[in-house]
């Protein structure tokens, strides 16, 4: 699949193509709901608000999927147009530290999904809950807000700004968010940290392998500390030295900080050290397959290549 969000295949542009959306307060968050609650209200409720729920969050329960979708179905084109059903009934349930990989062939519809869940298009029926909630409740600009505090985006193509360092890429969504500068490259350099780039901290784009980029766009992407990170082919355009270690990377994140990832990828070896695979066919979910060593999500052990199917 050689795209990125919202920007090819003539789908409904985004609106605030992600990380340089429209800059409004952001609050790095460790709980949505409660950052929700605490963040100033600069606009009218109407256009900017969280709903309900959100704002009187309920009595916290764990949550047992970080993400969710119940029939999802998504159908292109207009009445008297042919119609193509790229996705055709899809119930997923993603769990937090999951690394959950996503396969299918040209049009099975895996773009489609990548989409939805992002929050980048909006589903023809069926909902998509991210930590229980449903994005069909929200407005646009409340999408926008989960979109950028909740969700992490990693693209085929690192999209990194050419003219700035390792550090200033990765603090830019913080510092476009209104956060100070000194607090914004804090939390950089700790993300860069994570991704193990902080000897790079000073490097611009050109001067790094492409592994090396990705890293950092995936820093990029870690920095608002999402519930879960979406990646789009991550390795597509890597050689696979570097490949291998892009994906040793997500899968060290999932393991060890338990972030939850979805990644669609067309590489068997990518997808072999997922904790689950799954794999479209004509927009429906032709086979789920669960790795077998992640029962112990929590044990850094080399992933198993075998899948043990489970439909
Ligand atoms: P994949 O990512 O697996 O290649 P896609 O999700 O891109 O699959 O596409 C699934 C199906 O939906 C394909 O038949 C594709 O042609 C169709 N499709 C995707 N986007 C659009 C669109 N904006 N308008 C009409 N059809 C689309």
Same mark, same amino acid.
């Given at each position: 699949m050689n795209m990125q969000f919202g920007t090819t295949k003539g789908r409904t542009p985004l609106l605030h193509p992600w990380p340089y959306e429209k800059p409004s307060p952001v609050t790095l968050v460790e709980e949505t709901q409660t950052a929700y609650t605490k963040r100033p209200r600069k606009r009218s409720q109407a256009s900017h608000s969280m709903p309900r729920e959100l704002s009187h969050p309920p009595e916290k329960k764990p949550l047992m999927y970080i993400l969710e979708t119940r029939g999802l179905r998504k159908v292109y084109g207009n009445e008297g147009e042919v119609c193509v059903h790229a996705l055709r009934g899809i119930d997923l349930q993603v769990r937090k530290g999951e690394l959950l990989a996503i396969m299918g062939p040209s049009g099975s519809g895996k773009s489609t999904l990548l989409h939805i869940l992002g929050g980048v298009e909006t589903p023809t029926s069926g909902q998509v809950l991210l930590e229980g909630i449903d994005l069909a409740t929200l407005n646009d600009d409340q999408r926008t807000l989960i979109r950028r505090e909740r969700m992490g985006f990693v693209f085929q193509s690192f999209n990194l700004l050419p003219a700035f360092t390792a550090e200033e890429n990765v603090a830019l969504p913080l510092e476009l968010g209104g956060m100070s500068s000194g607090e914004a490259r804090r939390r950089a350099v700790e993300a860069l940290r994570l991704v193990g780039m902080t000897h790079r901290r000073d490097h611009m784009p050109s001067m790094m392998s492409g592994g090396e980029q990705q890293r950092v766009a995936i820093a990029r992407a870690l920095v608002m500390q999402p519930a879960i990170l979406l990646a789009d082919e991550p390795t597509g355009n890597l050689d696979s030295v570097n490949g291998r270690q892009v994906t040793a990377l997500l899968r060290r994140l999932a393991?060890?900080?338990?972030?939850? &990832?979805?990644?669609?990828?067309?590489?068997?070896?990518?997808?072999?050290?997922?904790?689950? $695979?799954?794999? $479209?066919?004509?927009? $429906? &979910?032709?086979?789920?397959?669960q790795s077998e060593a992640s029962s112990a999500l929590s044990t850094p052990a080399p992933r198993s290549c075998l899948f043990k199917r489970t439909v």
């Amino acid at each position: 699949m050689n795209m990125q969000f919202g920007t090819t295949k003539g789908r409904t542009p985004l609106l605030h193509p992600w990380p340089y959306e429209k800059p409004s307060p952001v609050t790095l968050v460790e709980e949505t709901q409660t950052a929700y609650t605490k963040r100033p209200r600069k606009r009218s409720q109407a256009s900017h608000s969280m709903p309900r729920e959100l704002s009187h969050p309920p009595e916290k329960k764990p949550l047992m999927y970080i993400l969710e979708t119940r029939g999802l179905r998504k159908v292109y084109g207009n009445e008297g147009e042919v119609c193509v059903h790229a996705l055709r009934g899809i119930d997923l349930q993603v769990r937090k530290g999951e690394l959950l990989a996503i396969m299918g062939p040209s049009g099975s519809g895996k773009s489609t999904l990548l989409h939805i869940l992002g929050g980048v298009e909006t589903p023809t029926s069926g909902q998509v809950l991210l930590e229980g909630i449903d994005l069909a409740t929200l407005n646009d600009d409340q999408r926008t807000l989960i979109r950028r505090e909740r969700m992490g985006f990693v693209f085929q193509s690192f999209n990194l700004l050419p003219a700035f360092t390792a550090e200033e890429n990765v603090a830019l969504p913080l510092e476009l968010g209104g956060m100070s500068s000194g607090e914004a490259r804090r939390r950089a350099v700790e993300a860069l940290r994570l991704v193990g780039m902080t000897h790079r901290r000073d490097h611009m784009p050109s001067m790094m392998s492409g592994g090396e980029q990705q890293r950092v766009a995936i820093a990029r992407a870690l920095v608002m500390q999402p519930a879960i990170l979406l990646a789009d082919e991550p390795t597509g355009n890597l050689d696979s030295v570097n490949g291998r270690q892009v994906t040793a990377l997500l899968r060290r994140l999932a393991t060890r900080e338990e972030q939850t &990832i979805v990644m669609v990828t067309h590489d068997p070896t990518v997808a072999a050290q997922a904790d689950r $695979l799954i794999r $479209l066919r004509d927009g $429906l &979910i032709e086979d789920e397959a669960q790795s077998e060593a992640s029962s112990a999500l929590s044990t850094p052990a080399p992933r198993s290549c075998l899948f043990k199917r489970t439909v």
